[in-house]
């Protein structure tokens, strides 16, 4: 079905606008919503308010929409960078809905479900892999990372909750 539009008094003219299917942030404030190409709320759109823990952090490096993400302290501030197996330090410990810039400032939810996923098999445990990627298999790879960081709910989304990680 195509995307429904709506009538609005903009600048004392009518105008047809179109409600907004995912959050770009504080930008979207006072927007129309609109369900997405799944029939549901897109989770930029609820962030805190569903019940999902988040925090607000400074990028010290490019970070896709949907990456793994690991909280650390940066020098007394409160930082994210990707999630990555390959480095000690870096463990999951998050994830970012939308892309974050690096020396920008933005969401990150501790625990809740990532949409936007591809070739997800249900019910399976997703492990932590390189660069803020989730992988179907933990590493074998001496001195990497094994952790779970949830279970896929649907070939598109994961159940955020990262187990502790263990050093191979």
Known sequence: MALQKFLALVSGRIQQLSPVQSSAGSASAGDIVALNSAGQIDPTMLGAASGEASISATASEAISAGAI??????AGTVSVR???????????TGFALAAIASGATGTVTLQ??????????P??????GTVGALVSAPPSTSGSITQIVGTALSATSVMFRPSDP???
């Open 69 to 74: 993400v690991n909280v650390y302290n940066n």
């Open 82 to 92: 990707n999630a990555d197996n390959t480095a000690a330090g870096k463990e999951a």
């Open 166 to 168: 263990i050093t191979n």
């Open 112 to 121: 809740g479900v990532v949409t936007g996923l591809s070739g997800l098999t």
């Open 123 to 128: 019910g399976a445990y997703q492990f932590l």
